[in-house]
């Protein structure tokens, strides 16, 4: 499928350049525009600041400024199957962790004349220079040490935390187990920018357009930051869970994010046994509770810092305003409480190389306000999180929020109808089904998203449709029926009201399953089966996680 040139598109979208800051030259868009893509790990729903948060982002929230912000931009739940989504624009339930029978962006945009660069978290099987990325740096599992993600000490630092023996990453062809840079000032948040950095120099000259995929494994656990980037949160969440949770839901009714008319702020939500209330704990565990938040921000605002510099290199040369960027994240906020690894020092300063924390439920509910659940359930904190797009000289900066349902299956598409690109490309996967996003391009330009089929979700027990105003959701055996026009934070379950809608959209679901795993539903997620699709599918083994 061969979509429109760009040449039509740029006729019909251009507009007067909106610069993101004053460039020191005007910039020269080539005939195909840049596209930049940052993906962030387990940030929840009101974590920027353009979206309610305290979490200082001023270089996303200027770029949702002069760009567009999505409301209710949706994920797979977890991170692993969301990012197959976004690099092939197909369900994960039609691939697996090889990215079997499809095309990645990579392969249908060098065919289109584009550089193709990776930096940062893969959280699958292959590297991704065999797949049609010209460089790659980075992890290729799921979580890491951000100061070091091997097993042994840096010169001059004390051994790190670690799973098993380290990390295996991957620089362009190489691949390297237990890595470990021997940089004392490694953070992988920075690596991960210096190396785009060095290439956007190196390819500066070469008058292609690039892709640029940029997978910050921030702020995913175990939260570690820069010192000085945890003392400016000093005391910021002493307050605790809810109220810091009114505050960002009281923001986002000002932003115009929320009608609290139809998005009520429901109760706190808790896991047994993982979490308390905060008038429940000890003095001495609030201040541990306030000192994990205060490291999770500080890694937010990290990556917004790095965005700050890749912004200001693009802006030196010449490339900001016919650069395409979208910022999302892979899934909610995230309330696991994983098993400890090795070597940790309880004398350690919270947030150093040396120390485990993750943040749980509590501060995962704030994190996603006012949406109920998190990472790896089918309610709206665990599938719903913003998107950012920004592009001065193919998009009008948009004041409020866009509402229309979009998935990280758009993206490919999106990306391909600006970049006059051919699917698959250069893809050797046989067979590869079509796609099942949607362009983003028309919410570009204010106009409506020409989407005919409903949205599908499924991860372990979690599923869910997304159709119209109507979605029904379940983390078990049971559906529930939601109507988002009025109750988007789902607090009035309608099932019992209008059984018929339930069934056939739970036939849809049904043939949905069908159609993408070739097997009919048996009540067992993938994890469970022994063949989940044609070709034996192959699953990450789960986090551990305290119920």
């Known amino acids: 499928m061969k979509h429109r040139s760009f040449a039509l598109l740029w006729a019909a979208l251009l507009v007067s350049p909106v610069p993101l800051m004053p460039a020191a030259e005007p910039a020269t868009p080539t005939t195909k525009p840049n596209i930049l893509i940052i993906l962030v790990d387990d940030m929840g729903y009101s974590d ?3 979206f309610g948060s305290e979490i200082q982002t001023p270089n996303i929230d200027r770029l949702a400024t002069g760009g567009l912000k999505f409301a209710e931009m949706y994920n797979t739940a977890k991170c692993f199957p969301s990012r197959a989504s976004l690099l092939t624009g197909v369900y994960f339930q039609r691939t697996d962790q090889d990215f079997s029978h ?11 004349g584009y550089t193709t660069l990776w930096s940062g978290k893969h959280h699958a099987t292959f590297n991704p220079v065999t797949r049609g990325f010209d460089r790659y740096y980075g992890m290729l599992g799921g979580c890491e040490n951000h100061f070091n993600p091997g097993s042994k000490a840096i010169a001059g630092q004390p051994v790190p935390t670690h799973k098993g023996n380290g990390n295996r990453w991957a620089l362009d062809g190489k691949e390297v187990d237990n890595f470990i840079s021997q940089d004392p000032n490694f953070y992988d948040t920075d690596a991960f920018t210096d190396r785009a950095l060095q290439w956007l120099d190196e390819y500066q000259t070469t008058n292609k357009p690039f892709l640029l995929y940029m997978a910050y494994t921030a702020p995913h656990w175990p939260l570690q930051a820069w010192p000085e980037d945890i003392a400016k949160y000093k005391g910021v969440y002493d307050g605790g869970y809810e109220t810091v949770r009114k505050a960002r839901y009281e923001r986002q009714i000002k932003l115009g994010l929320v009608d609290p008319k139809t998005s009520p702020l429901p109760p706190m939500e808790y896991q047994k046994k993982a979490s308390k209330k905060w008038d429940d704990l000890s003095a001495e565990d609030r201040k541990q509770e306030a000192m994990k938040m205060e490291v999770f921000a500080a890694m937010l605002d990290r990556v917004d810092q790095n965005i700050g510099r890749l912004l200001k290199r693009l802006e030196e040369q010449g ?6 960027v979208l910022f999302l994240s892979d899934n909610g906020a995230c309330a696991e409480t994983p098993a400890a690894w090795d070597n940790i020092d309880p004398n350690a300063p919270m947030g150093s190389v040396a120390t485990f924390i993750d943040y749980g439920p509590g501060w995962a509910a704030v994190g996603n306000t006012p949406l109920r659940k998190w990472k790896t359930e089918s309610f709206e904190g665990g599938i719903c999180t913003p998107l950012v797009a920004h592009w001065p000289a193919g998009m009008k900066p ?5 509402r229309e349902p979009a998935h990280v299956i758009d993206i490919m598409p999106t990306v391909l109808d600006i970049a006059g690109a ?8 046989t067979p590869i089904p079509p796609m099942d996003g949607v362009s983003l391009v028309p919410a570009f330009n204010g106009q409506k998203i020409a989407r005919s089929k409903p949205i599908f979700f499924q991860f372990n027990q979690g599923s869910a449709v997304r159709d119209g105003k109507w979605k029904i959701v379940r983390n078990g055996p049971t559906w529930e029926l939601y109507d988002l026009a009025v109750d988007r934070t789902e607090t009035q379950n309608l099932a019992a009201e209008r059984p018929e809608l339930v069934q056939q959209m739970e036939a849809a679901w049904l043939a949905w399953w069908k159609d993408c795993t ?4 048996t009540g067992k997620s993938p994890k469970e089966l022994k063949d989940g699709k044609p070709g034996k599918r192959k699953e990450f083994k789960e986090e551990t996680r305290a119920e």
């Open 102 to 112: 499809t095309a990645t962006l990579a392969e249908v945009l060098e065919p289109a």
């Open 398 to 402: 948009q004041s409020g929020y866009n």
């Open 422 to 429: 051919i699917y698959p490309g250069a893809s050797q996967q």
């Open 319 to 324: 490339k900001l305003d016919n650069t395409l």
């Open 48 to 50: 920027l600041g353009c």
């Open 518 to 521: 070739g097997n009919d539903w």
